[in-house]
């Protein structure tokens, strides 16, 4: 069956009961598209059960959020975002890991989630939602500006190679 006509989704909260679920998709995230994460993929292949099981339940903590895209009739993951809003760090609410099964892109998967975390965010009480992109992420670019984001001119070295670079994205909640 084409991807297309796989249509029914739904988006959801994960814990760490997810955590087998939530690897599944890590894994595939960082082979499909690895300058997009702050990890590579052989580092993640050698993290334990109990590894897994800690990094998913991060989303049960306070102003955490770890949403999941799912086929609703096989529960497999096709999408993923997570987004934290911790109030004693800088008071900003920040979206990362976001990730679309390259047959679920151009569709309204990624659309949907984002609508979820930056309601989620605007209702955590924060006036902007900000990310970090790879300088050379032209598609997750691309689609961060359609929906509204605009870069702040903040700047980082990129994690895995500093000779590289992160750019920070901004968008006003209201």
């Known amino acids: 069956m084409k991807a297309s006509e796989r249509s029914a989704y739904e988006i959801a909260p994960y814990g760490a009961s997810d955590w087998p679920r939530f690897r599944d998709i890590r894994l595939e995230m960082l082979a499909?598209?690895?300058?997009?994460?702050?990890?590579?993929?052989?580092?993640?292949r050698r993290h334990s059960d109990d590894d897994w099981r800690?990094?998913?339940?991060?989303?049960?903590?306070?102003?955490?959020?770890?949403?999941?895209?799912?086929?609703?009739?096989?529960?497999?993951w096709i999408a993923h975002a997570r987004c934290s809003s911790v109030p004693d760090l800088?008071?900003?609410?920040?979206?990362?890991?976001?990730?679309?099964?390259?047959a679920f892109r151009g569709r309204r998967v990624a659309d949907d989630l984002f609508d979820r975390v930056e309601r989620w965010a605007h209702e955590e009480g924060h006036p902007a939602l900000f990310?970090?992109?790879h300088e050379d992420n032209a598609?997750?670019?691309?689609?961060?500006?359609?929906?509204?984001?605009?870069?702040?001119?903040?700047?980082?070295p990129y994690a895995l190679d500093p000779a590289q670079t992160e750019l920070e994205m901004r968008l006003p909640l209201r």
Do not use: K, N
Request: charged content about 25%; proline content about 4%; hydrophobic content about 45%.
């Open 90 to 102: 800088d008071q900003r609410a920040f979206i990362f890991s976001v990730y679309v099964a390259p």
């Open 131 to 133: 990310l970090h992109v």
């Open 32 to 44: 499909d598209t690895p300058l997009a994460f702050i990890e590579t993929l052989a580092s993640a």
């Open 54 to 76: 800690e990094r998913a339940a991060w989303a049960d903590e306070p102003h955490q959020l770890g949403l999941a895209a799912m086929l609703a009739d096989s529960g497999r």
């Open 139 to 156: 598609r997750a670019i691309a689609f961060y500006r359609r929906r509204g984001y605009d870069f702040t001119g903040a700047r980082e």
